[in-house]
């Protein structure tokens, strides 16, 4: 029977929720890892019971944690990331240069054909990749490399490569984004690398239309349409109808278009999510209601989902990292909160539900469907 | 014997209960002792020490004999008491940085 399993990573544990088909009623295990921040939990699409976690605390620095039975044993592996060569400066907050420092993995995007490699994004924000399961690590370093990572600057929290998508069509072509530095694509599985942001306007810069140094919070890629990109920026949200190299605003008649998280319907390459926060400054959403935004048309037009999630006195934020959807006949949504709530919808946003609670702030969702 | 007492959540992440026990060989140092443990639990590797500078990460301090070794240089020989595992060897999570 189909199933799906949810992997939510939180400030202080990871916990796996799971659910038959129906989605109704949900099994959790954890807190796995208690006590350190699990920035990201994703498993591998070639192999669904290889997982790979990211755990990572102030006191101890970056552990990989690798599953190799669906989340019910854990190994730690390779943690060792070091950039390649003279690693050189980026620019600090003041502007003056600083070295690059490894400080932790981001996100973990399994390869889609070889459960053995793996792809992490790191801060301060470099690309490495591993081929044999998570045990060695070796960067990718064109993406620094490329011309402009020595103005790259940190976003408020830190300088990340939080997104990195796999084009499935394209061999080679892949995603990356930083903030705030941008978004970048290769064509030549990561060896080669420039920026794609030609469309982007970001007032918090001096040149608002500038190549690099764009918040850019999170992208999206419906897989049977790799050419759209949708991306939630510092505020704007956007799309690409060129595989990056031109981008159109589509907030619409969104009631803020600040925010971090955005996602695409398993099966309708034009049904996208977002989460509207209040702004920069207020990072809960607007009027203490939370709301997901759906729109239909792939952006400019959409409507708030809001049966089943709490209208009055709610002031949590939904990180980037922070929500998915299975791949079931009826699309499942999921999204988790700093507020410890992992909330879930069997029907593509049209009801929610939280499947728990009290958990610490949560840092990542991510869904995998069973059959 | 060196006795090393871990923070628990090393203990945890080398799935260890209480105290671990080292047999150091040559001189007992903080970087001999921490040679050994990271040799017998790998997945320790970098979370006590920079994998590649193996300087002290700024969040762990090494305390022995009622006294603070953090600042102390890792080649300095330890304490006789550690030495003779009268006294523990303790890694700890400093006060800050959880």
């Known amino acids: 029977m189909s199933g799906v399993r949810v992997l939510v990573g939180t400030r202080k544990g990871a916990f796996v929720l799971t659910a038959d088909g129906s989605r109704q009623n949900w099994d959790v295990s954890g807190p796995h890892f208690s006590g350190w921040e699990i920035y990201h939990v994703k498993g591998s699409p070639a192999d669904p019971d290889r997982l790979f976690a990211s755990q990572t605390s102030g006191w101890s620095g970056q552990v990989i944690q690798r599953s190799d039975d669906g989340g019910k044993s854990w190994q730690p592996v390779g943690n060792q990331f070091s950039y390649d060569g003279v690693p050189g400066t980026h620019q600090w907050y003041d502007g003056t240069p600083h070295p690059w420092e490894f400080e932790r993995v981001w996100h973990l995007e399994p390869s889609l054909a070889d459960p053995d490699t793996v792809y992490a994004g790191v801060e301060d924000a470099g690309l490495f990749k591993s081929t044999d399961g998570g045990d060695s690590w070796q960067e990718l370093p064109g993406l620094r490399g490329h011309g402009s990572g020595s103005s790259w600057q940190p976003g408020a929290g830190g300088m990340c490569l939080h997104t990195i998508i796999l084009d499935p069509v394209r061999s080679g072509r892949m995603f990356a984004a930083i903030s705030a530095a941008g978004a970048f694509r290769s064509d030549d599985a990561g060896q080669t690398w420039r920026p794609v942001n030609r469309g982007l306007k970001s007032e918090g810069i001096p040149d608002p239309d500038a190549e690099v140094g764009h918040c850019v919070h999170r992208i999206a890629m419906h897989p049977s349409r790799p050419d759209v990109l949708y991306m939630q920026k510092h505020w704007d949200v956007m799309r690409s109808d060129d595989a990056g190299e031109s981008w159109r605003e589509i907030s619409g008649n969104l009631p803020t278009d600040f925010g971090f998280p955005i996602d695409v319907h398993a099966h309708e390459p034009d049904t996208v999510y977002v989460v509207p926060i209040t702004s920069d400054s207020l990072h809960y959403p607007p009027d203490g209601k939370l709301r997901v935004y759906r729109s239909r048309t792939g952006g400019d037009e959409w409507e708030p989902l809001t049966n089943g999630l709490p209208q009055e006195h709610c002031y949590v934020n939904v990180y980037r990292d922070a929500m998915a959807v299975d791949s079931l006949d009826s699309c499942g949504v999921y999204f988790g909160t700093t507020g410890g709530q992992v909330y879930g919808s069997p029907d593509a946003g049209d009801t929610w539900a939280p499947i728990v609670r009290n958990l610490p702030a949560v840092l990542s969702v991510e869904v995998q469907t069973l059959s | ?98």
Not at chain 2, 59 to 86: I, K, T
């Open chain 2, 1 to 98: 014997m060196i006795r090393v007492v871990l923070p628990s959540h090393l203990r945890r992440l080398a799935s260890v209960d209480g105290e671990v026990h080292l047999e150091v060989t040559g001189e007992v140092t903080q970087a001999s002792v921490l040679d050994a443990l990271e040799a017998r639990y790998p997945m320790l590797r970098g979370t006590i020490r920079d994998p590649e500078s193996r300087r002290r990460r700024a969040f762990m301090r090494f305390f022995a004999c009622e006294e603070d070794l953090s600042h102390e240089q890792p080649d300095a020989p330890l304490p006789a008491e550690v030495v003779s595992g009268r006294e523990p060897y303790l890694i700890v999570g400093a006060m800050a940085g959880g």
